[in-house]
């Protein structure tokens, strides 16, 4: 019976302890990400655990895009974070309005095998852009050998990359991680720089049963939009259900148009009325007059003639031959 009582008696302190702990817990608040240019990657709280784990922290999003840039068939992981109590604006198909403290993130790696990435990877940038008094802010980070830290540089390196592709083909490459400077010349507009890929007509993708548009919407980070249904779809390059035109269009896009636009590189360096973004009505973008130019540069690797003229080192076959059938098909 003593036995019992005391047994009883320290059930009772026990669950009174344990109720008592429970009104006096606090959960901890998930920082929200830095928009600041800080030395080290991990500062800007946008990763949780190790860094090379690449996992998104609470309020970090991954976000795709329905037609990506070609950059050396890198794998390419795209990380969005909008600040607490802040939300993007729909404006249509193109950039939607983005709210000061945005940052943009784009790490790009390679898995040793491509069919098996237990394999293990090797990462080599994060590229960045943070939204600061209306201003996009350019920085890139460089991962160390070990691949415990990127660390800020505007500089220029090369890097030689070895993986295995889908096929079972092994390439050896010299993949450039692009200066500052680089990063201007493509990410600017009139002399305004400007995010490149997340257009709500990109992003307007469904991944897993789930239109990432309407996720945002749901989320709360993305207001004033129409049903998802609604806004305009960029084609997927490499999707068959898509006409050749569609396809070729939105590849040119992408990969073309933020230099070969009103206001982008080319045309402020050039004066050409050559126009390749995908809303540009055939007739007016000049592409039939330029179809053997694009051709012959596009298969080119002589520096200064090539193209895209910056931001690769192999050619996109796969691209190319897209390109190709488009171009000669006209």
């Known amino acids: ?28 608040a998930v920082e929200y990400p830095v928009p600041e240019f800080m030395a080290k990657l991990s500062e800007l709280k946008l990763f949780e655990g190790d860094l090379a784990n690449l ?18 068939y890198a794998q390419k992981l795209r990380f969005l974070s909008i600040p607490e109590g802040a939300k993007m604006i729909y404006n249509g198909g193109g950039l939607p309005i983005y709210p000061d403290g945005t940052i943009m ?46 660390f800020l540089d505007d500089a220029s390196y090369t890097k030689s990359i070895t993986w295995t592709d889908s096929q079972g083909i092994e390439t050896t490459f010299d993949y450039v991680i692009p200066s500052y400077t680089s990063c201007v010349d493509c990410h600017q507009n009139d002399g305004v720089r400007i995010p490149i890929g997340p257009m709500a007509r990109n992003m307007n993708v469904t991944i897993n049963g789930v239109n990432q548009l309407q996720e945002f ?12 249904s609604d806004i305009v779809k960029l084609p997927v390059w490499d999707d068959l259900s898509f006409s050749l035109e569609e396809r070729a269009r939105a590849y040119l896009d992408v990969n073309c148009a933020h230099c070969h636009q009103p206001g982008g590189f080319f045309d402020l360096n050039f004066f050409s009325n050559f126009e390749l973004r995908y809303e540009t009505p055939f007739e007016e973008a000049n592409i039939y007059s330029k179809r053997n130019v694009i051709i012959s540069r596009i298969n080119s690797d002589i520096e200064g003639y090539k193209m895209p ?6 050619f996109h076959a796969e691209g190319i031959l897209l390109l190709e059938e488009y171009l000669e098909s006209l």
């Open 217 to 228: 919407i749901d989320n709360g980070i993305l207001a004033e939009a129409p049903s998802v």
């Open 55 to 72: 996992e998104p922290t609470e309020h970090v999003n991954i976000y795709e895009l329905n037609t990506s840039l070609f950059t050396d």
């Open 105 to 150: 993130t784009k790490t790009f790696y390679y898995y040793n095998v491509d069919n098996n990435p237990s394999q293990g990877k090797q990462i080599i940038e994060t590229r960045v852009l943070i939204l600061k008094s209306g201003v996009w802010n350019i920085g890139n980070y460089v991962w160390n050998d070990e691949q415990t830290e990127a």
């Open 309 to 314: 003229f910056i931001g690769t080192s192999l």
């Open 1 to 28: 019976m003593k036995n019992f009582l005391k047994l009883s008696l320290i059930a009772f302190i026990t669950l009174f302890i344990s109720c008592s702990s429970d009104d006096d817990y606090v959960p901890v």
